[in-house]
């Protein structure tokens, strides 16, 4: 397996555009997770899927994050619109089933709001 | 509430010296622990993990953990440490809500390993 695949690697956008992030998550992994890194916050849990479903967008911050997981193998986060605070380095990460696995991680899309 | 702790934002040590970055948790029943590296522009990569059994966890690239219930501990150790050990080091702990279950990370904890 290719591991988690996301992209684009890099995104710079202007203020008030329409951003969306696209997720490749290993096959057979049941759980996806968005997290964001910044340095001021560290990495943050925005939102996780099982099967599909979404269980707990408790870190989605505003109504301008949205996102979604049509099948097991895709997911977007979309941003609309952008704003230069929501420049981050934004994660995917699948894992399988169980309170004893370790999720894996994509390489990140690097985004830019200016 | 669950919560992970890393008190320290930068470890320095010289190479062939040993090595820990330090972990504490707060998490409601038996924690589920994990160490995760990341190196520049790239995602966390999986080191090592505790779920039960013996409290020292061995991992990849040489690295361990203990695990310590009376002081809610997980430090990441290294009996030597390496210049292409210098990244940074993410604790884990799982925790569980209504109808899933969710990773917590520390902020993180930036290693320089000195030739």
């Known amino acids: 397996d290719a591991g988690v695949i996301q992209s684009p690697r890099h995104e710079v956008t202007e203020m008030g555009q329409e951003v969306t992030l696209r997720c490749k998550p290993i096959?057979?992994?049941?759980?996806l997770f968005w997290y964001r890194q910044t340095m001021m916050r560290g990495l943050e849990l925005l939102i996780y899927?099982?099967?599909?479903?979404?269980?707990?967008d408790s870190g989605m911050p505003e109504d301008r994050f949205s996102a979604k997981m049509p099948n097991a193998s895709f997911s977007t986060l979309k941003i609309q619109p952008s704003e230069p605070r929501d420049s981050a380095v934004y994660f995917c990460?699948?894992?399988?089933?169980?309170?004893?696995?370790?999720?894996?991680f994509g390489q990140g899309t690097r985004l830019t709001v200016v | 509430a669950q919560s992970v702790a890393q008190p320290e934002d930068q470890v320095n040590v010289a190479e062939g010296n040993p090595l820990t970055v330090k972990c504490t948790y707060s998490?409601?029943?038996?924690?589920?622990l994990f160490w995760y590296v990341q190196y520049p522009n790239r995602g966390l990569q999986f080191l090592l993990k505790?779920?039960?059994?013996?409290?020292l966890v061995k991992g990849s690239y040489g690295f361990e953990a203990e695990f310590n219930k009376s002081q809610t501990s997980f430090h990441l150790k290294k009996p030597s440490a390496l210049v292409s050990d210098s990244a940074l080091y993410f604790c884990?702990?799982?925790?569980?809500?209504?109808?899933?279950?969710?990773?917590?990370f520390g902020a993180g904890t930036r290693l320089f390993v000195k030739a």
């Open positions: 505790y779920i039960t059994g013996d409290n």
């Open positions: 884990a702990v799982r925790a569980s809500n209504t109808g899933g279950f969710k990773t917590i």
């Open positions: 998490v409601s029943g038996n924690p589920y």
């Open positions: 096959s057979g992994h049941d759980y």
């Open positions: 899927f099982n099967n599909n479903v979404p269980i707990d």
């Open positions: 990460a699948s894992s399988q089933t169980g309170w004893d696995t370790e999720a894996f």
